[in-house]
């Protein structure tokens, strides 16, 4: 089946056959061929790189193009929303029937809005939690969604994202009964199941572009689940390195799972001086730039020095410690080819589309912090496996996991290999997990009486495959929750969210951490400083994973603890309680970080003094802006005005990693804490000083180039004189060819 074949509008098939797609491929085919372009709801399962997201384009568009509809797209991470954002955006500009060009947004974070500004595109890119909490604050464009893809589909049995997901497709399906679904997976088991719970036909199969074989190294030999078996030359005595080598010799790459990051950093050294062999002259080069790229970076740390040495020898490592910035320039030198071995944590499996010729599983086992190790799920197996296989560039894909003996070896091949991945189950059946939900149902206006909730939640895929009896227990318990702390209120026979409760449902935080905030600051403390406030916060179990503390740690943080009595607004955990002490311990620790941070201390400095590394930093500090966001707004409510000015100034050094004094500065655009500590400490300390200076005098200030000293001169009202444009005139191109360190 071609594009051509397909009833879709003039326009649409033009992009794409100039995007180089002519021929379908047989899932595609299939699903198209359902009757999903004419309407109803469609479960695709199929693997991953056969084409599942073209299908959601060409279901999206046509909605769109034709019938004037509005789509969202929804995906559980930031960096998949980016990748759909750009997959669509090659639509953007196309006529529709109704008339106008078609538009497309991203949008995640900030979840204390309605973004009403979505209004006017057609296709809006969003995360599952965005979504969720748009819902919660009753975004009315969301009425006129028409199309829904739920990407990731078997996420639904995440004991983390599922209920958020789940909870989402049950509301959007509420408001807008006629809303179609289009749920994507590579690997669903009970795929008919789902497809019954949403309503939807199905179409799930296990064609791949690129075949797929699966196998178990064990003793220089890989056992393969067709039969066959290949002998690996031992070069390195290690089985990992051997099996990956004989890849990058036969002109492939090779994606190796490790199952912590550390183990990934160590794995990519030892790599290194293999792969470094094998190099051209022009890949050598390539490399090298990137390498140079990595130590560029703001976040440069002796964690992205190591990075860029592996680089430079081919390989690298990917976890969720590394900034944003060092991950894209490794996962765009995967994909470009030159990184010959990159060596992942798991976390990279639900991230980006990065494949390569072989993928190797150093361990079926995974380390969780506080419960040790345990063996993974056949379904995460499976999913690490998708990455096999190049499409367009590789004949076949190869999936190794590895085995220290023979009885491992058969282990691994009849519990893995051979096996088929578990059920999807739904996870919301939990009342940590319920409590957010059933206020945000109350909150909303989706239900207010015991019937009204049962009747939505019965709904939900938990209701589908439990039952209701099973899940009215948990509501109820839920329900008694929120009303004793204020959250809900009954009135003649309904429920409805009182204004502390409402606001803690748009806020989009646990009502356990709202409950952790408000007692905070109702029960005060000898002292409230800065850190009375990163303690509060950090307690929250919206505050997490925070920073564990290593054992060598302890005595440092029992002084931190020392030195802050007085300070704490909840009562600290004594060392004499046998559960909680180390918990406590980890929140002094989380609150020492961010003080750190807010008082400038480097990333270098605060990975040496904490561990913390950058990827972790950075979403420390997403997660305590919101927050102390959080908590100024539970202060408006308690009218606990003395805290407000402090709560407002922290979620501001918090956002920037600024001391109070750089605040002005730093609200430039532009301007972050390398570039507002320069000007400070060259005398440009407020709005008047750097609108008397000459833009020669903000040149000479390091880190200030003149796109920047513009912005400035801008921002303030400043005039530009023309000497001042001579100068930028003059002095533009010299000062573009200069690096800056960023800011």
Same mark, same amino acid.
């Given at each position: 089946?071609?594009?051509?074949?397909?009833?879709?509008?003039?326009?649409?098939?033009?992009?794409?056959?100039?995007?180089?797609?002519?021929?379908?491929?047989?899932?595609?085919?299939?699903?198209?061929?359902?009757?999903?372009?004419?309407?109803?709801?469609?479960?695709?399962?199929?693997?991953?790189?056969?084409?599942?997201?073209?299908?959601?384009?060409?279901?999206?568009?046509?909605?769109?193009?034709?019938?004037?509809?509005?789509?969202?797209?929804?995906?559980?991470?930031?960096?998949?929303?980016?990748?759909?954002?750009?997959?669509?955006?090659?639509?953007?500009?196309?006529?529709?029937?109704?008339?106008?060009?078609?538009?497309?947004?991203?949008?995640?974070?900030?979840?204390?809005?309605?973004?009403?500004?979505?209004?006017?595109?057609?296709?809006?890119?969003?995360?599952?939690?965005?979504?969720?909490?748009?819902?919660?604050?009753?975004?009315?464009?969301?009425?006129?969604?028409?199309?829904?893809?739920?990407?990731?589909?078997?996420?639904?049995?995440?004991?983390?994202?599922?209920?958020?997901?789940?909870?989402?497709?049950? #509301? %959007? =399906? !509420? *408001? +807008?009964?006629?809303?179609?679904?289009?749920?994507?997976?590579?690997?669903? $088991?009970? &795929?008919?199941?789902?497809?019954?719970?949403?309503?939807?036909?199905?179409?799930?199969?296990?064609?791949?572009?690129?075949?797929?074989?699966?196998?178990?190294?064990?003793?220089?030999?890989?056992?393969?689940?067709?039969?066959?078996?290949?002998?690996?030359?031992?070069?390195?005595?290690?089985?990992?390195?051997?099996?990956?080598?004989?890849?990058?010799?036969?002109?492939?790459?090779?994606?190796?799972?490790?199952?912590?990051?550390?183990?990934?950093?160590?794995?990519?050294?030892?790599?290194?001086?293999?792969?470094?062999?094998?190099?051209?002259?022009?890949?050598?080069? #390539? %490399? =090298? !730039? *990137? +390498?140079?790229?990595?130590?560029?970076?703001?976040?440069?740390?002796?964690? $992205?020095? &190591?990075?860029?040495?592996?680089?430079?020898?081919?390989?690298?490592?990917?976890?969720?410690?590394?900034?944003?910035?060092?991950?894209?320039?490794?996962?765009?030198?995967?994909?470009?080819?030159?990184?010959?071995?990159?060596?992942?944590?798991?976390?990279?499996?639900?991230?980006?589309?990065?494949?390569?010729?072989?993928?190797?599983?150093?361990?079926?086992?995974?380390?969780?912090?506080?419960?040790?190790?345990?063996?993974?799920?056949?379904?995460?197996?499976?999913?690490?496996?998708?990455?096999?296989?190049?499409?367009?560039?590789?004949?076949?894909?190869?999936?190794?996991?590895?085995?220290?003996?023979?009885?491992?070896?058969?282990?691994?091949?009849?519990?893995?290999?051979?096996?088929?991945?578990?059920?999807?189950?739904?996870?919301?059946?939990?009342?940590?997990?319920?409590?957010?939900?059933?206020?945000?149902?109350?909150?909303?206006?989706?239900?207010?009486?015991?019937?009204?909730?049962?009747?939505?939640?019965?709904?939900?895929?938990?209701?589908?495959?439990?039952?209701?009896?099973?899940?009215?227990?948990?509501?109820?318990?839920?329900?008694?929750?929120?009303?004793?702390?204020?959250?809900?209120?009954?009135?003649?026979?309904?429920?409805?969210?009182?204004?502390?409760?409402?606001?803690?449902?748009?806020?989009?935080?646990?009502?356990?951490?709202?409950?952790?905030?408000?007692?905070?600051?109702?029960?005060?403390?000898?002292?409230?400083?800065?850190?009375?406030?990163?303690?509060?916060?950090?307690?929250?179990?919206?505050?997490?994973?925070?920073?564990?503390?290593?054992?060598?740690?302890?005595?440092?943080?029992?002084?931190?603890?020392?030195?802050?009595?007085?300070?704490?607004?909840?009562?600290?955990?004594?060392?004499?309680?046998?559960?909680?002490?180390?918990?406590?311990?980890?929140?002094?620790?989380?609150?020492?970080?961010?003080?750190?941070?807010?008082?400038?201390?480097?990333?270098?400095?605060?990975?040496?003094?904490?561990?913390?590394?950058?990827?972790?930093?950075?979403?420390?500090?997403?997660?305590?802006?919101?927050?102390?966001?959080?908590?100024?707004?539970?202060?408006?409510?308690?009218?606990?005005?003395?805290?407000?000015?402090?709560?407002?100034?922290?979620?501001?050094?918090?956002?920037?990693?600024?001391?109070?004094?750089?605040?002005?500065?730093?609200?430039?655009?532009?301007?972050?804490?390398?570039?507002?500590?320069?000007?400070?400490?060259?005398?440009?300390?407020?709005?008047?000083?750097?609108?008397?200076?000459?833009?020669?005098?903000?040149?000479?200030?390091?880190?200030?180039?003149?796109?920047?000293?513009?912005?400035?001169?801008?921002?303030?009202?400043?005039?530009?004189?023309?000497?001042?444009?001579?100068?930028?005139?003059?002095?533009?191109?010299?000062?573009?060819?200069?690096?800056?360190?960023?800011?």
């Amino acid at each position: 089946m071609g594009i051509e074949d397909l009833d879709i509008p003039e326009e649409l098939m033009r992009v794409l056959i100039e995007s180089g797609y002519r021929e379908l491929y047989p899932p595609q085919a299939d699903a198209l061929r359902s009757g999903i372009l004419e309407g109803g709801n469609l479960v695709l399962a199929s693997p991953t790189a056969s084409g599942k997201t073209l299908v959601a384009e060409i279901v999206v568009m046509k909605e769109v193009l034709e019938r004037g509809g509005k789509a969202l797209y929804l995906t559980p991470l930031r960096a998949l929303a980016k990748e759909k954002y750009r997959d669509f955006s090659k639509y953007r500009g196309l006529r529709k029937a109704s008339g106008g060009r078609v538009r497309v947004a991203m949008t995640s974070g900030d979840y204390d809005t309605s973004d009403p500004h979505l209004s006017r595109y057609d296709v809006v890119i969003s995360t599952n939690e965005k979504a969720d909490s748009l819902l919660r604050h009753r975004a009315r464009w969301l009425e006129d969604v028409s199309v829904v893809v739920a990407d990731e589909i078997h996420l639904l049995t995440d004991p983390h994202r599922g209920p958020t997901l789940e909870a989402t497709l049950t #509301r %959007l =399906r !509420a *408001i +807008s009964p006629r809303v179609r679904v289009l749920a994507l997976s590579a690997t669903v $088991s009970n &795929v008919d199941e789902i497809a019954d719970w949403l309503g939807a036909k199905r179409v799930a199969t296990e064609w791949r572009p690129v075949p797929l074989r699966e196998g178990v190294y064990c003793d220089g030999e890989i056992s393969f689940n067709d039969g066959s078996s290949r002998r690996i030359p031992r070069e390195s005595g290690n089985p990992v390195i051997d099996v990956a080598m004989e890849t990058i010799r036969s002109g492939g790459q090779v994606l190796i799972f490790s199952d912590t990051r550390r183990g990934a950093m160590v794995m990519g050294k030892r790599i290194s001086a293999y792969s470094k062999r094998l190099l051209g002259k022009r890949e050598a080069e #390539r %490399l =090298r !730039a *990137i +390498s140079r790229s990595i130590l560029e970076g703001e976040s440069h740390t002796r964690l $992205s020095e &190591v990075l860029s040495g592996l680089v430079a020898d081919g390989a690298a490592f990917h976890h969720a410690g590394l900034s944003p910035r060092d991950r894209e320039l490794i996962e765009d030198g995967f994909r470009s080819g030159w990184i010959k071995a990159l060596v992942a944590t798991p976390t990279l499996a639900a991230g980006v589309n990065l494949p390569a010729r072989s993928v190797i599983i150093s361990s079926h086992e995974r380390y969780e912090p506080g419960f040790g190790r345990s063996p993974i799920s056949v379904l995460e197996y499976k999913q690490l496996c998708g990455r096999a296989g190049r499409p367009k560039f590789d004949d076949y894909g190869e999936a190794v996991l590895i085995a220290r003996n023979e009885d491992e070896r058969d282990m691994l091949m009849e519990n893995y290999v051979m096996a088929k991945p578990e059920r999807i189950w739904s996870k919301m059946a939990m009342e940590g997990v319920l409590r957010p939900h059933v206020l945000a149902t109350i909150a909303t206006g989706y239900a207010s009486s015991e019937e009204g909730l049962r009747d939505f939640f019965g709904r939900t895929l938990c209701a589908f495959q439990y039952g209701m009896g099973n899940v009215e227990p948990k509501l109820g318990r839920a329900l008694s929750f929120l009303y004793k702390e204020g959250m809900v209120e009954l009135r003649r026979g309904r429920f409805f969210a009182t204004e502390f409760g409402r606001r803690v449902s748009e806020l989009y935080i646990d009502p356990l951490s709202a409950v952790v905030i408000r007692d905070g600051l109702l029960n005060g403390a000898e002292r409230v400083t800065e850190f009375s406030f990163l303690h509060l916060i950090s307690r929250t179990p919206d505050m997490s994973p925070k920073p564990y503390p290593r054992r060598k740690e302890y005595e440092r943080l029992e002084a931190i603890a020392q030195e802050h009595e007085g300070e704490f607004l909840l009562e600290p955990i004594s060392p004499e309680s046998y559960y909680g002490y180390e918990e406590f311990l980890a929140e002094v620790k989380c609150a020492s970080v961010l003080m750190d941070w807010i008082e400038e201390v480097g990333e270098e400095e605060i990975l040496e003094r904490h561990g913390v590394e950058p990827g972790d930093l950075l979403r420390l500090i997403e997660g305590a802006e919101w927050l102390m966001h959080a908590a100024g707004e539970i202060s408006k409510l308690l009218g606990k005005g003395e805290h407000l000015r402090m709560l407002e100034e922290l979620t501001l050094r918090i956002r920037h990693g600024v001391k109070r004094e750089l605040l002005f500065l730093v609200g430039i655009e532009g301007i972050g804490r390398v570039r507002a500590r320069a000007l400070y400490n060259a005398g440009y300390r407020d709005a008047e000083s750097l609108r008397r200076a000459a833009v020669s005098e903000l040149l000479s200030v390091p880190t200030i180039g003149p796109a920047i000293a513009k912005r400035i001169k801008e921002h303030v009202g400043g005039k530009l004189t023309q000497e001042d444009w001579a100068i930028l005139r003059g002095r533009g191109k010299r000062f573009e060819q200069r690096p800056l360190t960023p800011s």
